[in-house]
């Protein structure tokens, strides 16, 4: 019996291992996680072309705060993505990122940034739940929501990381190794 339970959490060690190490070219990153692996080589995808993207996640990775992204339905799909849990357990948060997957991949890049943004303000803020994170929006939010009048809300800064991160993914890629050589 013993055995058995040493094997399963030797098999979900490794399987974690193998969806967080990073090549090496790659860097390792633990607290953006994608909830499969087409995410997973979106953020990949997103934190290599992006500086802006690359930034958030450097700022997520120094928090005590775990960002987790999945292809879902926000609103019931009135909306490209949302915040859709924010908690905490154990001194770490914990925010769910869903992204509506009917984009192209560049938009759905963006739209992790946007909604990474998000992820930054409310570490920033020390919320650890919806109430805390109402509390924050209706204060940095703009239109309704800043009003009192809708619990769906936005920042101006969210959507400035969004459509810095699409201008850096439409530029031309070149090499970040040594020499500068384009790929």
Known sequence: MRLRIAMGVLLIVTGA???????????????????????????????????????????????????????????KGQFRSCVSHVGATGGTRTIRILINPKLTMD???????????????????????????MTLYRRIAIGECAKGRSDRCETDAALAVEKRVLDELDRPQTSRHPGGVPR
């Open 17 to 75: 291992a193998q969806t967080t190490l990073a090549s090496s070219d790659e860097r390792l990153i633990t607290r953006v996680k994608g909830l499969g692996d087409e995410f997973t080589s979106l953020i990949r995808e997103g934190d290599r072309r992006s500086e802006t993207f690359r930034a958030m996640v450097d700022e997520i990775q120094a928090s005590n705060a775990v960002v987790m992204i999945q292809f879902g339905l926000c609103a």
């Open 107 to 133: 938009r759905v890049i963006a739209m992790i940034a946007h909604e990474l943004q998000h992820a930054v303000e409310i570490i920033r803020s020390g919320a650890a739940n919806q109430d805390e994170v």
